[in-house]
């Protein structure tokens, strides 16, 4: 059995900028890629946003639907442990699209997410702390998915739901979570390992992280397929290319990442300034970057600025602009300057002291309120009161002068 594997493709990224279409065009090809498969999984965060524009969920649709137009290669439905939708019986009839929901989509309690739409369409069957067994060629594939859920809860919910391998199945487990050490974002920490996952598992699937990767967990395989389109812009993203995964399912399993030809390509750099020109050295690393191949798309190229000179934006701006026909530059700035150190100080200091969020926050207004030389008979506590009960406009009538007491605001 053939199956593909998509995830991420964030339907609706980068709205309303010259990067808007790239989430469509690539999601695009990875379905064209697909529709020779027996099945396809699709891992998470199928939109960007919870609540995608009409205009966004007019082109996913376009793409999505592409399925339902191929005729089942003969993947038969075995059993799901779900109560399945009428018409997701009928759409059974075409090719087969599992997925799981994401971060992307996840809402409150009680509202129907993104995914959980397209499933009233019939566009895909959701999975959700459930398994959905095919057959095809005397080849069984049992998918168990478990949708994205608060990283603070996930390692409880798998543990509650305990999925088991099926016997005589070729199983697949598919998450769109955090997992250690494969971590996404620190803010908030994942509760499942590496070492806590179900054993048992033929591959386990994770979305979520954006660049793709295998690696071999003793008898299991797991694979992050990672992003169809560049969301974040950081060197890892810079270093694989973004593709599509494809499982052949017989005796043995065989994976391999097919690359997708017509996506934007992206360049991270990093350059110190100290002493340099900014333009001469800029402009050479531009243009050996667009001289190295011809591109399909414009490249993406983020350069990272570092060092202790001061930065001219009208500089920077110019080289945007002068390679606007040719590339996508995005400048990050990372210069230290003694404004930025003196900050940094002021911030160890505070935490060394072991100060509340509140005696942070005032201490730091109080610093600002020094630079600009604020002179008055008003106590900064009374001020950051006001500031921290909402009374914006009041604090900028009384730092512009225009409000002179504070006995008309009840102090």
Not at 322 to 336: G, L, Q
Request: hydrophobic residues 40%.
């Amino acid at each position: 059995m053939k199956i593909a594997v998509l995830s991420d493709l964030h339907f609706g990224y980068a709205y309303n900028s010259e990067l808007e279409n790239d989430s469509f065009d690539n999601a695009e090809e990875a379905i064209d890629k697909a529709l020779g498969s027996d099945l396809i999984l699709v891992c998470g965060d199928v939109f960007d946003i919870r609540g995608p524009k009409t205009t966004t969920w007019a082109k996913a649709l376009k793409i999505l639907s592409k399925p339902l137009l191929k005729e089942n290669p003969g993947t038969k439905l075995v059993s799901c442990t779900k109560e399945l939708k009428e018409i997701s019986r009928k759409t059974l009839s075409h090719v087969p699209v599992i997925a799981i929901h994401g971060n992307h989509e996840r809402l409150t309690v009680g509202e129907q997410n993104t995914v959980e739409a397209l499933e009233n369409a019939g566009i895909l069957i959701r999975l959700h702390l459930n398994t959905i067994i095919f057959e095809k060629d005397g080849i069984k594939v049992a998918v168990h998915g478990m949708s994205s859920v608060p990283e603070r809860y996930a390692k409880d919910i798998l543990y509650q739901w305990n999925p088991q391998p099926v016997k005589d199945c070729f199983n697949i487990l598919v998450f769109h979570q955090n997992i250690e050490p494969f971590i996404y974002s620190p803010i908030e920490p994942p509760t499942i390992s590496i070492s806590n996952l179900p054993r048992g598992f033929d591959i386990v699937i994770d979305g979520h992280i954006h660049t793709h990767t295998m690696e071999q967990l003793g008898n299991t395989k797991f694979i992050i397929p990672g992003s169809t389109v560049i969301t974040q812009f950081q060197r890892s993203e810079s270093e694989v290319e973004k593709t599509i995964t494809q499982i052949i399912v017989g005796k043995d399993a065989n994976v391999e990442f097919v690359p997708l030809e017509t996506a934007r390509k992206f360049f991270y750099e990093e350059m110190n300034l100290d002493g340099l020109s900014l333009h001469d050295l800029v402009e050479k690393k531009v243009n050996d970057i667009l001289f190295s191949k011809t591109f399909y798309k414009k490249p993406v190229i983020r350069i990272k600025l570092n060092g202790t000179q001061m930065l001219n934006d009208r500089e920077l701006n110019s080289i945007v602009s002068k390679y606007a026909n040719k590339a996508v530059i995005v400048f990050v700035k990372d210069i230290e300057t003694p404004e930025m150190v003196e900050s940094v100080e002021l911030l160890r200091n505070l935490k060394e002291q072991k100060l509340s969020i509140e005696e942070i926050g005032l201490s730091l207004f109080r610093k600002n309120l020094d630079k600009m030389k604020f002179e008055s008979g008003f106590d900064y506590q009374d001020i950051f009161t006001l500031l921290s009960e909402g009374e914006t406009e009041t604090v900028f009538n009384i730092l512009s002068g225009e409000q002179k007491s504070l006995v008309h605001f009840g102090k």
